[in-house]
């Protein structure tokens, strides 16, 4: 098991260095890049609307991957002192990977539970001591998932929870480990243009996450089209804010 895991963390670390080098040549030459797009753009509100896009991804971006980080740095450690106490091989190794995959949305703490599982079935004679290092992680990714991040994360950043799946399945896909680790950044960005693009209100609509309770069918069927929602503009011989005098 370890000589596995050992062997995709090869390919992972080549991958990893990879990005790191592009994001290096990417952040060195991010004034170039930026004053060639705003050159590009013909109209002066259109210039404007996509600096304050790209700064308001950057803030997003920035305080998503801190408040991340130091929770799945703890999700590591707790998870590496839980197979210290269950006495799995390799407890440094395990919530390096835990921390790791953490990044990953849905994908990631199912792959480590996964591992998990094969490394008890590999490691343990009995049953409970097989299901233990699986259990515990799932546990403190449970508490993790619906209580830590929605408390720290979910104050400044809502997204769909569908988007960031298809998002997670798209670029790792495309890209590996490494698309699955930067799936949710890109869509920060891409929520970020829409909310600056009229033409794509609809799918700024499905990207953004809704936690209020939708309503009902019956409901929707009762609203009137949009055009009859339009508000109408008061007559011209009434004054806004005054009641209209009818002649006596």
């Given at each position: 098991m370890t000589g596995t895991v050992l062997g995709h963390s090869v390919s992972f670390v080549v991958s990893a260095a990879a990005t790191v080098i592009l994001l290096y040549f990417l952040l060195a030459s991010e004034h170039w890049m930026l004053s060639r797009i705003v050159e590009?753009?013909?109209?002066?509100?259109?210039?404007?609307?996509?600096?304050?896009?790209?700064?308001?991804?950057?803030?997003?971006?920035?305080?998503?991957?801190f408040a991340?980080?130091?929770?799945?740095?703890?999700?590591?450690?707790?998870?590496?002192?839980?197979?210290?106490?269950?006495?799995?091989?390799?407890?440094?190794?395990?919530?390096?990977?835990?921390?790791?995959?953490?990044?990953?949305?849905?994908?990631?703490?199912?792959?480590?539970?996964?591992?998990?599982?094969?490394?008890?079935?590999?490691?343990?004679?009995?049953?409970?001591?097989?299901?233990?290092?699986?259990?515990?992680?799932?546990?403190?990714?449970?508490?993790?998932a619906n209580v830590v991040s929605p408390w720290i994360v979910g104050q400044r950043l809502s997204l769909s929870p569908?988007?960031?799946?298809l998002s997670v399945m798209f670029w790792g896909w495309l890209w590996g480990i490494v698309g699955a680790l930067i799936a949710v950044p890109v869509l920060i960005a891409l929520c970020?243009?829409?909310?600056?693009?009229?033409?794509?209100q609809l799918l700024r609509?499905?990207?953004?996450?809704?936690?209020?309770?939708?309503?009902?069918?019956?409901?929707l069927l009762r609203?009137?089209?949009?055009?009859?929602?339009?508000r109408r503009a008061p007559p011209k011989n009434v004054l806004p804010g005054r009641a209209r005098i009818e002649p006596s």
């Open positions: 590009a753009v013909p109209r002066r509100r259109a210039r404007a609307l996509m600096l304050s896009g790209v700064r308001a991804a950057q803030r997003q971006i920035g305080r998503y991957l991340l980080g130091c929770i799945n740095t703890v999700v590591g450690l707790l998870t590496g002192l839980s197979m210290w106490y269950l006495n799995l091989p390799n407890p440094l190794l395990w919530g390096v990977i835990a921390g790791v995959l953490s990044f990953v949305p849905y994908i990631g703490p199912l792959i480590m539970t996964g591992l998990l599982l094969m490394a008890g079935i590999s490691s343990f004679d009995s049953v409970p001591d097989m299901l233990a290092p699986a259990l515990v992680f799932m546990l403190i990714h449970t508490v993790e569908i988007s960031v799946f970020n243009f829409t909310q600056r693009t009229r033409r794509f609509r499905f990207l953004e996450g809704n936690h209020t309770r939708p309503p009902s069918l019956r409901l609203l009137p089209p949009p055009a009859a929602r339009v």
